[in-house]
């Protein structure tokens, strides 16, 4: 693990030394690159997974994680993004099928727990498009699929959506039927 990935390890679970020693081993443009990094896209990835796992705790892992292969990719550069680096995504897609894959059944209440019903690619999907407000192309490549498939699942998503969202109208429409 180089020092960029313990710096961010540190970062998240608070182990100063570890990050003292970090930051001594970078050089500080390297340094300061790396967090302003992290600074820049660290709120959307961690978005994009919590709205994945539903859940803070397997978000925040799964962020940390992403940042953590991210760093230590070959080839990865910091800077000169104007748009969330489509290696994050690609990453926090792989991170977060392992971790949030299995959909939600049940009762659903409310429009959080109608995504998370949805199967992971699928949700994965409407998320990166309807959410984060990618291109299609760039969400197909972020989830390693073809633009097809990724419209298929998009639209998968969609009509699931709509199907499982709860509609006030009709609930106050059957409350006043049944009066």
């Given amino acids: 693990m180089d020092a960029r990935c313990v710096l961010l390890a540190g970062k998240f679970h608070g182990s100063s030394d570890r990050v003292a020693r970090s930051e001594a081993a970078l050089e500080p443009r390297k340094l300061k690159e790396c967090r302003e990094f ?33 760093f230590q990719s070959a080839g990865c550069r910091l800077t000169g993004y104007s748009e969330i680096p489509v290696a994050l995504l ?35 999907a409407f998320i990166l498009v309807s959410v984060l407000r990618l291109k299609p192309s760039v969400a197909a490549v972020a989830l390693g699929i073809d633009r097809e498939e990724f419209g298929r699942r998009w639209l998968n998503a969609a009509l ?9 109208a009709r609930i ?7 009066m």
């Fill in 38 to 70: 992290y600074e820049c896209w660290s709120s959307q990835v961690f978005n994009f997974c919590s709205l994945l796992c539903g859940e803070q705790q397997r978000a925040e892992l799964c962020t940390e994680q992403v940042f953590l292969l991210f």
């Fill in 90 to 124: 690609r990453f926090a897609c792989d991170i977060a099928d392992v971790r949030c894959h299995r959909p939600r059944r049940g009762n659903i209440k409310s429009r959080a727990q109608a995504l998370l019903a949805l199967d992971f690619e699928d949700r994965a």
């Fill in 160 to 168: 699931e959506l709509r199907r499982l969202w709860p509609n006030p």
């Fill in 172 to 178: 106050q429409l059957k409350t006043e039927g049944e």
